[in-house]
T-cell receptor, first 113, second 114 residues
Framework: DAKTTQPPSMDCAEGRAANLPCNHS???????VYWYRQIHSQGPQYIIH???NNETNEMASLIITEDRKSSTLILPHATLRDTAVYYC??????????????FGQGTELSVKP | GAVVSQHPSRVICKSGTSVKIECRSL??????MFWYRQFPKKSLMLMAT?????????EQGVEKDKFLINHASLTLSTLTVTSAHPEDSSFYIC??????????FGPGTRLTVT
């Protein structure tokens, strides 16, 4: 599975958009980009995933560059409850059993009032 | 979304004893389950992958005789930490993958070995 690089920490003002970058320059053609987050002392929570098109759901938007070497997770209106460690992970996607979620160090997002 | 539970949520045991942690997928059948451990202020580290009815596959450096994994059914996997020592104290998290290949995580079990 390809590795990812994320900034170790970021701050965001409450109510503003949080843009979390991720580099995955060695991603393979059949690997998806997954985002999870972990609030302190809880299990990781799935946010969103995508292959090459931009994706949006009720939690966030995922923007993947055309060359797929990087992506950005966008939380459109961050709240204090969004304070967490955000993990960007690449793995073979749905329909390809066998891919593993290997966690990097993630980005610690602090949403401030 | 799908729900994965773990029991117990916290456990304290004495050095030398064994501890069993259960992981259940409550509303779906899990084709594959995973076990992770996490030390304070560190990321999750994958320990092993298990499929129902077969032996678990352990990641490099994880002792299979120390961390016994049983995946007896499509909704239950157990991790037994045998002869626990203080260095085994950690946050253990299980994860279950459904037939659509989506993966969900349990709330974690905090193990403290005294």
């Amino acid at each position: 599975d390809a590795k990812t690089t994320q900034p170790p920490s970021m701050d965001c003002a409450e109510g503003r958009a949080a843009n979390l970058p991720c580099n995955h320059s060695t991603i393979s053609g059949n690997e998806y980009v997954y985002w999870y987050r972990q609030i302190h002392s809880q299990g990781p929570q799935y946010i969103i995933h995508g292959l090459k098109n931009n994706e949006t759901n009720e939690m966030a938007s995922l923007i993947i560059t055309e060359d797929r070497k990087s992506s950005t997770l966008i939380l459109p209106h961050a709240t204090l409850r969004d304070t967490a460690v955000y993990y960007c992970i690449v793995r073979v996607g749905p329909g390809n059993q066998g891919g593993k979620l290997i966690f990097g160090q993630g980005t610690e997002l602090s949403v401030k009032p | 979304g799908a729900v994965v539970s773990q029991h117990p949520s916290r456990v304290i045991c004495k050095s030398g004893t064994s501890v069993k942690i259960e992981c259940r997928s409550l509303d779906f059948q899990a084709t594959t389950m995973f076990w992770y451990r996490q030390f304070p202020k560190k990321s999750l580290m994958l320990m092993a992958t298990s499929n129902e009815g077969s032996k678990a596959t352990y990641e490099q450096g994880v002792e299979k005789d120390k961390f016994l994994i049983n995946h007896a059914s499509l909704t239950l996997s157990t991790l037994t930490v045998t002869s626990a020592h203080p260095e085994d104290s950690s946050f253990y998290i299980c994860s279950a993958r459904d037939v659509r290949d989506e993966q969900y995580f349990g709330p974690g079990t905090r193990l403290t070995v005294t």
